[in-house]
C-alpha cells in the first residue's frame, strides 16, 4: 500500500483522496483554504456529492485519509503525490494555470527522497512540462522525481460511482516506469490502463469532454431542425442510437450543457488549438450553438407571451445538471438571467441550489417547493431534470397557475400527456 498526498481539496481531490483511502492507501488531502480543512477534519464535507459525506467518513475513522494544510507534514512522506488543484477559464478562454504553478512549487520546496508527482487536474497540453520545470526549480538537489500525467473523467452526481468503475485509466509520461507504477495503485479497479506520452494523455481529456459536448450541440441542432420540420427529437435520437457506430448516449437536445468541465474545456482547446495556429471551426460552433441554445429557450416564452415585462414566470431547477448543487456556467442560471434581464418576475426553485443561485442572482424570488414557485405564474419553464419535477403532480401545477404555459427545456415530459391536461406545451426539438 502506498502513502499519496493529494493537492486541492476541491471535487475531484476530495472524490480521489477518499477512494485511494478506500483501497487501503495512507491519503493526506491537501489545501490552502484553513478553513476547508478544518471543516473536514472536523468531518464536513464541503460539497454535495451522493456517497462522499460515508466515505470520507468511513476512512477518517480508520485513519487512512487525514487533512491538513501544511505541505510540510504531507509531501515528504508521500510516494505520489496528486496535483488536483483547480483550473479555470480566464478572460479569454485560457486556462488560469495560477494554483497549479504554486501547488507545484510548494511540491518542490518539500520533495524527499524519490516522488512520483500525478497532475490529475485539466491541464493545457504541456502543462506537464511546466510543471517538470516548476518543480526541479524548487526542490532540493539530492530529491528526485517523475511527472505522469492522469486525467480524471469523473461526473459530478456519479463521482464515487465512477472512482471505482473507471472506463479507464490514461498514463503519460516520458519515463515508463513512473507510469507502470501509478498503474499499480489503479491494478485492482480492472479497467482498461492506457500508458502513452505525456502530451497525449493530457490531449486525450481534452478530445473526450470536446466529442461529448460536440454530440450535445449536434442534437441541439438536429432538434432545432426537427422543430421546423416537424420531427420529434426524441425518437429521432432513439433510432439513431441502435446504431452501434453512434450509441444511445449524450443524444439528450435541452437548453444546452454547462457546468466546471465543458464549457471550460472546450473554451480551453479551441484557445490551445488558435494559439498553435490552426482553426478549430466546429470547436467555435460547438460553443455558439450552446450559448444560443438558452437563449433561443427565452425566445420561444417571448413567443408565446410577447414582452416579459412584469409578468410572473416561475423557473424549476438552477443547478448544471440534475443531482448536484453546483450552478457552475449553469445553462439553468443564464435562463433566469435573461429573463430577470427582460423585465420578468421570476420565481425560482431548485432542490439543492437555490442558496447558490440566489447569491449569484438576488433579482428573482426563490420557492421553499415547485408548487409555490408556480401560483399565479404565467409560464413554468424546466431548465434542470431532476426526478422531482418528472414525479410533479402537473394537474394541481396547472390549477396554480394563472396561464398553463408549459416551457420544457429539458424534454422530461411527454407532449401528449401534457397537453391532454390542458397546459400549452413546448420542448425542444419536438415538433411532431
Ligand atoms: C463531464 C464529463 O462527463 C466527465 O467525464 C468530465 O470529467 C467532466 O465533465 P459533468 O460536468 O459532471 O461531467 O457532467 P455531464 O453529466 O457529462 O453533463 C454535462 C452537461 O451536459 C450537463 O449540463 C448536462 O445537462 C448536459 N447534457 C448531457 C445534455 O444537455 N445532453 C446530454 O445528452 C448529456
Known amino acids: 500500500m502506498a502513502v499519496i498526498s493529494i493537492i486541492g481539496m476541491g471535487y475531484v481531490g476530495l472524490v480521489y483522496g477518499a477512494a485511494f483511502a478506500d483501497l487501503g492507501n495512507q491519503v493526506y488531502g491537501v489545501d490552502i483554504d484553513t478553513d476547508k480543512v478544518a471543516k473536514l477534519q472536523r468531518g464536513v464535507v464541503p460539497i454535495y456529492e451522493p456517497g462522499l459525506d460515508e466515505l470520507i467518513r468511513r476512512n477518517r475513522e480508520a485513519g487512512r485519509l487525514r487533512f491538513t494544510t501544511d505541505y510540510a507534514e504531507a509531501v515528504p512522506a508521500s510516494e505520489f503525490v496528486f496535483i488536483c488543484v483547480g483550473t479555470p477559464s480566464t478572460f479569454d478562454g485560457d486556462a488560469d494555470m495560477r494554483a497549479v504553478r504554486s501547488a507545484a512549487e510548494m511540491i518542490g520546496r518539500n520533495l524527499r527522497g524519490y516522488t512520483i508527482v500525478v497532475n490529475k487536474s485539466t491541464m493545457p497540453i504541456g502543462s506537464g512540462d511546466l510543471v517538470t520545470q516548476l518543480i526541479a526549480e524548487a526542490k532540493p538537489a539530492e530529491a528526485t522525481f517523475a511527472v505522469v500525467s492522469n486525467p480524471e473523467f469523473l461526473r459530478e452526481g456519479s463521482a464515487v460511482y465512477d472512482v471505482f468503475h473507471p472506463s479507464r485509466i490514461v498514463l503519460g509520461a516520458d519515463d515508463r516506469e513512473a507510469a507502470e507504477t501509478v498503474a499499480e495503485l489503479y ?111 427565452v425566445r420561444k416564452l417571448q413567443d408565446l407571451l410577447g414582452s416579459l415585462h412584469g409578468r410572473p414566470i416561475a423557473l424549476w431547477g438552477l443547478s448544471f445538471k440534475q443531482d448536484t448543487d453546483d450552478i457552475r456556467e449553469s445553462p439553468a442560471i443564464d435562463v433566469l438571467r435573461l429573463l430577470v434581464q427582460r423585465g420578468a418576475e421570476v420565481t425560482a426553485y431548485d432542490p439543492v441550489a437555490m442558496p447558490h443561485a440566489a447569491a449569484l442572482v438576488p433579482e428573482a424570488r426563490y420557492a421553499p417547493d415547485p408548487y409555490s414557485a408556480v401560483e399565479g405564474a404565467d409560464a413554468l419553464l424546466i431548465a434542470t431534470p431532476w426526478n422531482e419535477f418528472k414525479q410533479a403532480d402537473l394537474s394541481r401545477v396547472k390549477e396554480l397557475m394563472r396561464t398553463p404555459i408549459l416551457l420544457d427545456g429539458r424534454n422530461i415530459y411527454e407532449p401528449a400527456d401534457v397537453r391532454a391536461l390542458g397546459f400549452v406545451y413546448v420542448g425542444v426539438g419536438r415538433g411532431v
Open 187 to 297: 491494478r485492482v479497479l480492472n479497467a482498461p490502463i492506457l500508458i502513452t506520452d505525456r502530451r497525449s494523455a493530457e490531449m486525450i481529456k481534452y478530445a473526450s469532454n470536446a466529442i461529448l459536448a460536440t454530440r450535445i450541440s449536434f442534437i441541439n441542432e438536429i432538434a432545432q431542425i426537427c422543430e421546423q420540420l416537424g420531427a420529434d427529437i426524441k425518437v429521432v435520437a432513439q433510432g439513431m442510437g441502435y446504431d452501434p457506430r453512434i450509441g444511445p448516449h449524450f443524444l439528450e437536445a435541452g437548453i444546452g450543457f454547462g457546468g466546471s468541465c465543458f464549457p471550460k474545456d472546450v473554451r480551453a482547446l479551441a484557445y490551445m488549438a488558435e494559439e498553435a495556429g490552426c482553426h478549430p471551426q466546429l470547436l467555435h460552433t460547438v460553443l455558439e450553438i450552446n450559448q444560443d441554445q438558452r437563449r433561443r429557450f
